[in-house]
């Protein structure tokens, strides 16, 4: 395996009710630097890295992929803090269900 999954496994209760974000330790206003924004951003680059390699060939150059850890943190407050954020705002209209605007 080309990297230890087990040092990102985080997430305790998979997809639970537990998978929230004080369980995970988020918190919106930490930002960047928040401990899980800063895992799931490395694992996002691993993840990138590892499929570039899969599916190029093996003499082509492998770029830098660096993840956006200000989206990181947006989306998590999304998924984790409240639908009613700009993430999903921005990703939908008046006719998009559940219907948050």
């Given at each position: 395996?080309?990297?230890?999954?087990?040092?990102?496994?985080?997430?305790?209760?998979?997809?639970?009710?537990?998978?929230?974000?004080?369980?995970?330790?988020?918190?919106?206003?930490?930002?960047e630097s928040s401990s899980i924004v800063r895992r799931v951003s490395t694992l996002a680059e691993k993840l990138a890295e590892f499929l570039w390699k899969r599916s190029s060939s093996p003499s082509?150059?492998?770029?830098?992929?660096?993840?956006?850890?200000?989206?990181?943190?947006?989306?998590?407050?999304?998924?984790?803090?409240?639908?009613?954020?700009?993430?999903?705002?921005?990703?939908?209209?008046?006719?998009?269900?559940?219907?948050?605007?």
């Open positions: 395996m080309f990297f230890k999954f087990a040092t990102f496994a985080f997430f305790s209760y998979y997809h639970s009710i537990y998978d929230g974000a004080e369980k995970l330790g988020y918190s919106y206003e930490t930002g082509s150059r492998v770029p830098a992929f660096n993840s956006n850890r200000t989206l990181v943190n947006e989306l998590l407050h999304c998924y984790l803090d409240t639908a009613a954020c700009r993430m999903f705002f921005a990703a939908s209209n008046k006719d998009t269900p559940p219907f948050y605007r």
